[in-house]
């Protein structure tokens, strides 16, 4: 057994000032409660909030303070995320850090998938975040949306990760959605997941621990609240040689593959069809970009039915009954007919 105690934080996150000390208090409140607590994980954007108007330079005062703390608890601290602009460029990135139990920042994380066309303005990062824990395993960050494309998750694990540690920051309708991906991540990558969200500015809650075989290990509700998770990484690695309960052995199935995905050449022409959905852009107040109506409509008939006439509902035409006479049907309704055996046998097969 490799057993590593992992705490996510979900904490009110306001969107006007700095949260970075309101995160320090909760870390302290966490280590004191909670001493064996060997890493922490926060949500996204969580020490400045969701607007990037806040963005800090590479490196900040509040960096250089989470450092400082890492290093008092001698603790893994992944802050979550905050906006950060390149001073030669401008360009903004969300962005991650990893901070070692010495207080060193060992690796940087720029979310490569900014939930456009929401977040604009915000640039998209292009390198993975792979780092090992001597002794315990080898973990990987995604930042929020990351986690909607597969392919992320499928990079690192491909690198041997076994943990992803995913901050995220929802406060929209589709957080259900997001945790039911994030189970579907675990299972399909057998991996633990840590999907820790904000409240307030933050998000509507809702973090999430998962294991390699889609077991929620702790869910959190609409309040704040601290979870430190032991996860043991020998069953990752028994579960990546057997298989989930003994079954899918997916990462090996997908090493040993047949097909390469033309997809993912830009130039193949698979893709085609993603390029008819039109411009990624915020909708409007009815939109109607991108419904396109590949089977004709049905003919709406022009020619009224009457009792008594049936209707071609190809053609559109209209005939009548060969037998069909208005006078004679309402005779025929009006006068009782005593039921026969077949009719009173036909009722009672129907009845069932």
Known sequence: MTPF????????????HSNV???IHRL??????FPWTQMVLFSE???????????QAPQNDALDTFCEAARKHRIWLIPGSMFLRDPETGMVFNTAVVINPEGEIIKRYAKMFPFRPYE??????????????PEVGRFGLSICYDIWFPETTRQLTAQGVEVLLHPVLTGTTDR????????????QFQCYVFDVNGLGAGGVGKSLVVDPSAHVLHQSAGQEDMFPIEVDLSMVRRQRETGMKGLGQVLKSFRDRSVDFSVYDRNS????YLKTLGPLEIPQQGTRAGLHVDVPAEKVQETPAFKGMAIDTLSGSVTAHPASNTTKTAQAEAAPQPPTEEIRGSETQSSG
């Open 5 to 16: 105690a992992i705490a996510g934080v979900q904490m009110y996150v306001n969107a006007l």
């Open 21 to 23: 000390e309101g995160m």
């Open 28 to 33: 302290d409140v966490l280590m004191a409660r």
């Open 45 to 55: 954007l969580a020490p400045y909030g969701p607007l990037d108007k806040f963005a």
């Open 120 to 133: 604009t303005g915000i640039a998209a990062g292009t390198e993975f975040c792979v780092f090992d824990v």
């Open 176 to 187: 259900d959605a997001e945790l039911a991906i994030a189970r579907s991540t675990a299972a």
């Open 269 to 272: 022409g698979t893709d085609a």
